[in-house]
């Protein structure tokens, strides 16, 4: 019972707002979705301190499919890994349904937002909860809608609406790569039930498929397939365009969907799979590349970038890439670790972003922003907590899980370990460095928005601050808390998280030099001292090096011409070959001899039938003859 | 067979009445001289629901009088049922115009009562004699109402041209009779029928070519091509209401004869007249659909429609079975309902004291009308054919029929030239919701006019509820007439 309210209570709110909303109103519609919400929050608060270290179990809810030998059951799969996700996933989301109250208090349509809310977060808990890998995709495909509806919830702008297809038609290549794995593991297990695919993942690690006539070992092709999708939804190198575009969504949602939530999603799955990417090395070397790459690539677009929100949503992106290379390298603990703390700093991050933006009139450029931190006061210590927890001070919730993570990576003897290694420790620097960048642009400095602006500039209300506060004491304790997560023995899962090698990666972590461990730390500060000096000091700097560095600073600043590039390699061609069938096939073809065709043969045959009317009664009369005579000639010659 | 006895008028009763009703009211008329026709009109209308309430509860058994000339037997009292009350509402509808125009005549509303008479003769024949001289009787009579407005040039060419069209195609039947007579040496359907069938081997061409021109003369009236000539013209240039009469009873009376001549008498060359049939059905049908398109005077689309829904029902006379006739006779029942309220929404359409025609004259009706466009939209869907209005069954039941048959091609074509049709009705849908608002029509509409396009319209939506009844009834109608 618990479980099912936790589960279901945020429908019930998304739709009493969403098909009543307008006659409730906008006040009962907060009311109702934030009580639903925190309903929720508390039954996920229970049911973390229940199920970590406890027993895995299932609640059978009612049967969903039964086709011949298939059969999927509707049901929850509580154990540790989905009591923590379903902790954060709650009661963040609970948090931002609160914040929202506030953020969103000017808009006109707020029962419907509210209820977007609460729709992905009973999307997002129904794909933590999955049991098989079909309520899996309904999740998967739940908060995907969701994050669509949210990021063009606005959409008289252009942008927004562009921005929400971006993001939809981008993870349909994830996602056809996600059901192209759910097929393979019906194919090959016969079942989608996790407790079947996992039970017999080891007695296939040596069998092979045969795909396109050409052999591949048959975990390797799964675990690539279901990390394709994981790609898509988690914004990983290739996949990863939508990400920095769904900034257009307000931003409770980018907190909320694009940081804390659905795009750990993947990282989730890697996670949730790793009974299985145990016995695919190659597939977990592919992840750890992967995630390795994207962590270095996107820091380092994130040091270029003038939009606060885009900024953050760089960092989200190369943060997932640490959690995704934690995975690679079998330290499935740390990637979840990293993903359960990042989730409170980042959605701290945005909703203090959102208080500044708030704040300035709806202004994100930072380089319109500065010398306002004496005026906003409270949302400025929260920036800052959030920051540092980010860059991985000591004790704030980021240095224990990304350090777990680089140990780990230097630790490991997978491929790519070392290569995640060193990127890791470059994308350290680099997140130091734009996050203090961040800082020193928004808040320091000589003020360079426009009178008027800087005279309203105000502090949020309560209802704002307070999520803020709550989020600021994750961002602090959250790490020290829950380092049981990255205990050798793995018991916080409860059985979830699988982990070959004795003695196993997170035993060894602890053995690594002690340069190792302090390297984290060491290139932090060194970014963030860097930061300090050009943004700070001497702000002149920036704009001399990037003018001497102009092809450099160009690449980073149009995000190394990945939309560019799509757009020539993919949309261009699509839309040629869209075009030639379209005017060719469907307008000269079908629609010449179909509809086109036909309605003009019609047209000329009803002119012509119409001109037979010609009103002499001696025309009417000749064709009654000629008709009756025609009749007697059949007989008399044809018929007998 | 007890011979029955001379003068045993019984089944014949209606129509005496209504002889006797039509010479009353002449004398009235005559003696009342100027507001004649307000008495005379739904006097008329009552004697002929009258009529029509005796069939309904009559012995539907057959029975002959007049020598069996005249046959009253459940597919007669069918049809005449329909016919009676179709010439009531249309009389009833017509008061308000003929007062418009100011060609408010007593005879206007006896020509109607006389030509209803003729129909109902024109059902119950049994013989070509009968045959002939009921159809002369109605034929007199809606000439003459084609001219009613005399005045106008168009309404007098109307009249003429069917007047001089009709007396061919008499002509033609008569010829037709005549040929038949002569080598069968009989007028009476009874013996013709068991003669056909006994000599069922040895065709006489002379009886066949006899057929041929009977058929023609009945599908003149029926107006189906090649002999349609006249309907654009007379719809279009008669009065409005004259045009409402002629669009629905004088259908069902010609369709009643055809269907008794062509299964009773020369039931057994069905092989032979199905090819006729196919022939003016399948033509019908295409013409109907497409001239109609071209159309903007609305009763000139309901000519042409007119044409192509006799063409849907020739395909189920064409099947040549029970089933056939039975969906026939659905067919027209329905037909006569889409006709009626069809035309007494464009008596609705008067603007400033003056009628229009023109179907651009709807445009944006449901703003300033909302139920009359609803009513006339019900009216669209089901001459579209569209369920779950009534139309829909109607030519469900015909083309089910020629499935049965064997005849599936022909259901094709009927069914794809319904298809061209949906547009000339939709595009009066579309005008009526979705154009630009034209002036509003003069209110209040008329009580007897929006009565009889308000119970139409209703009627073909509480069908889909009453249509296994109404083909039960239809099926014992046509199983009268087969042998």
């Known amino acids: 019972m618990l479980y099912t309210i936790l589960v279901f209570a945020p429908l019930v709110g998304a739709l009493i707002a969403g098909l009543f909303g307008r006659m409730i109103g906008d006040r009962a519609s907060q009311v109702v979705t934030c009580g639903f919400m925190a309903l929720s929050a508390a039954c996920a608060i229970a049911s973390f301190f229940l199920n970590i270290y406890g027993e895995p179990f299932k609640v059978v809810l009612f049967d969903w499919i039964v086709v011949g030998s ?86 008289d702008r252009a942008s927004a609406c ?124 592919m992840v750890a590349f992967i995630g390795a790459s994207t962590a270095f690539f996107a820091a380092t677009i994130g040091m270029v970038q003038n939009d606060i929100k885009r900024v953050i949503a760089y960092s989200t992106c190369s943060q997932l890439g640490y959690m995704f290379f934690a995975c690679g390298v079998s330290a499935y603990s740390a990637g979840v670790f990293h993903l359960f703390t990042h989730a409170f700093f980042k959605a701290l991050l945005f909703l203090g972003a959102g208080s500044v933006i708030h704040a300035m009139h709806h202004e994100q450029d930072m380089r319109k922003m500065g010398g306002i931190w004496n005026k906003i006061p409270i949302t400025y210590a929260m920036m800052w907590i959030g920051s540092l927890a980010l860059m991985g001070i000591p004790f704030f919730a980021g240095y224990y899980s990304k350090d777990a993570i680089l140990e780990a990576a230097w630790a490991s003897h997978a491929p790519f370990a070392r290569y995640a290694f060193w990127l890791g420790i470059g994308a350290a620097f680099l997140t130091a460095f734009y996050s203090g960048r961040l800082l020193w642009l928004t808040f320091h400095g000589t003020p360079r928005a426009d009178h008027h602006t800087m005279e309203h500039v105000h502090e949020s209300p309560m209802v704002m601050l307070v999520p803020l506060f709550c989020l600021a004491g994750g961002a602090l304790f959250a790490g020290w808390l829950a380092q049981g997560m990255i205990a050798p023995d793995a018991a916080w899962w409860s059985g979830a998280i699988f982990m070959r090698g004795e003695p196993n990666i997170l035993e060894e972590l602890h053995h690594v030099p002690t340069l190792v461990r302090f390297a984290p730390l060491i290139v932090g500060v060194a970014g963030f001292g860097l930061s300090l000096v050009l943004y700070l000091l001497v702000p002149s700097v920036p704009g001399r090096i990037a003018a001497a560095l102009r092809p450099v600073y160009l690449f980073l600043l149009n995000k190394w011409y990945f939309d560019e590039l799509y757009d020539r390699i993919f949309v261009q061609p699509a839309k040629a070959v869209g075009s030639v069938f379209w005017r060719g096939g469907d307008g000269l073809v079908i629609d010449g001899f179909g509809p086109d065709g036909v309605a003009a043969a019609t047209g000329r045959l009803a002119r012509q039938t119409a001109r037979l009317q010609t009103g002499y009664v001696y025309h009417y009369a000749f064709a009654m003859l000629i008709g009756v005579a025609a009749l007697v000639t059949w007989y008399l010659f044809f018929v007998r | 067979m007890t011979p029955a006895p001379l003068l045993d008028l019984m089944p014949a009763l209606p129509e005496f009445l209504l002889l006797l009703a039509g010479l009353l009211f002449l004398v009235i008329g005559v003696l009342r001289e100027g507001d004649g026709v307000r008495l005379i009109g739904p006097l008329s209308a009552l004697s002929l629901v009258i009529a029509a309430a005796i069939i309904l509860a009559s012995d539907k058994t057959a029975a002959d009088t007049f020598g069996g000339h005249f ?122 029928g068991s003669l056909l069938r006994d000599e069922n081997a040895s065709l006489s061409s002379g009886a066949l070519v006899g057929l041929v021109f009977i058929a023609a003369g009945i599908c003149f009236k029926l107006g189906v091509v090649p002999f349609h000539m006249w309907t654009p013209d007379v719809y279009e240039g008669a009065p409005t209401p004259v045009g409402a009469y002629i669009a629905s009873a004088p259908k069902l009376a010609a369709m009643g004869l055809l269907l008794r001549v062509l299964i009773d008498p020369f039931g057994a ?9 196919v022939f003016v059905a399948i033509a019908s049908m295409l013409l109907g659909a497409f001239a109609a398109i071209m159309q903007t005077n609305f009763k000139r689309l309901m000519a042409y429609s007119g044409i192509a829904n006799i063409g849907y029902a020739l395909v189920g006379l064409a099947a040549g079975t029970r089933d056939g006739v039975d969906g026939v006779l659905v067919f027209m029942a329905i037909y006569m309902v889409m006709t009626l309220g069809t035309f007494a929404c464009i008596l609705a359409m008067r603007r400033q004291g003056s009628y229009v025609e023109d179907i651009n004259e709807l445009a944006g009706l449901s703003r300033r009308q909302p139920i009359l466009a609803l009513i ?108």
Not at chain 2, 133 to 142: A, P, R
Not at chain 2, 269 to 277: C, E, H, K, P, T
Not at chain 2, 435 to 449: C, K, M, W, Y
Request: with cysteine.
């Open chain 1, 162 to 285: 562009a921005a929400a297809m971006k993001a939809f038609i981008v993870n349909r290549v994830g996602d056809f790569g996600l059901i192209l794995g759910i097929a393979a593991c019906y194919l090959v297990f016969d079942s989608v039930q996790y407790d079947v695919i996992f039970a017999n993942a080891a007695s296939f690690a040596d069998s092979t498929i045969v795909v396109f006539g050409y052999e591949f070992n048959t975990l390797t092709i799964i675990g690539v397939l279901l990390f394709i999708g994981a790609m898509g939804k988690s914004a990983q190198l290739g996949l990863h365009t939508w990400l920095p575009d769904a900034m257009e969504g307000p931003t409770p949602v980018s907190a909320l969907i694009h940081a804390a939530t659905m795009v750990t999603a993947g990282v989730f799955l890697v996670a949730r799979f790793s009974p299985l990417y145990e016995y695919a090395p190659t597939a977990l070397a």
């Open chain 1, 70 to 155: 298939f059969d999927t059951q509707w049901a929850l799969r509580i154990d540790g890994l989905s009591a923590s996700m379903m902790l954060v996933v709650s009661f963040i989301s609970f948090l931002i349904h609160v914040y929202s109250v506030g953020y969103m208090a000017e808009d006109a349509s707020i029962p419907r937002f509210m209820s977007y809310l609460s729709l992905f977060t009973f999307a997002m808990l129904m794909l933590v909860t999955s049991d098989n890998l079909i309520q899996l995709f309904f999740g998967w495909e739940g908060v995907g809608v969701a994050s669509y509806l949210l990021i063009g919830f606005w959409y």
């Open chain 2, 71 to 192: 046959r009253m037997d459940a597919f007669a009292a069918f049809l005449k049922v329909l016919i009676y009350v179709g010439v009531a509402a249309a009389i009833l509808v017509s008061q308000n115009f003929l007062e418009d125009e100011r060609i408010a005549r007593f005879e206007f509303p006896l020509l109607a009562l006389f030509g209803a008479l003729g129909m109902g003769m024109m059902v119950s024949a049994n013989s070509f004699l009968a045959l002939y001289m009921s159809l002369e009787l109605q034929s007199l009579s809606v000439y003459v109402l084609a001219a009613g407005h005399r005045d106008t040039l168009r309404s007098t060419e109307a009249g003429l041209k069917y007047f001089i069209l009709g007396s061919l195609a008499s002509g033609l039947l008569l010829y037709g009779i005549s040929l038949v007579y002569g080598f069968t040496g009989t007028v009476m359907f009874d013996q013709i």
């Open chain 2, 269 to 277: 060359w069905v092989g032979q007249w199905q090819q006729i049939i």
């Open chain 2, 376 to 483: 006339l939209t019900i009216l669209m869907f089901s001459l579209a054919g569209i369920p779950p209005t009534a139309g829909f069954f109607g030519k469900f039941y015909v083309f089910k029929a020629a499935i049965d048959a064997n005849l599936t091609w022909l259901a094709v074509i009927g069914l794809l030239s319904s298809v061209v049709a949906c547009y000339y009705y939709l595009r009066i849908v579309k005008l009526v919701w979705f154009d630009q608002a034209a002036e509003p029509f003069d209110l209040p509409l008329r009580p007897a006019i929006g009565a009889v396009a308000g119970i139409s319209a209703i009627l073909l939506i509480v069908a889909v509820l009453a249509i296994n009844p109404l083909f039960a009834s239809a099926g014992i109608a046509a199983s009268a007439i087969f042998h």
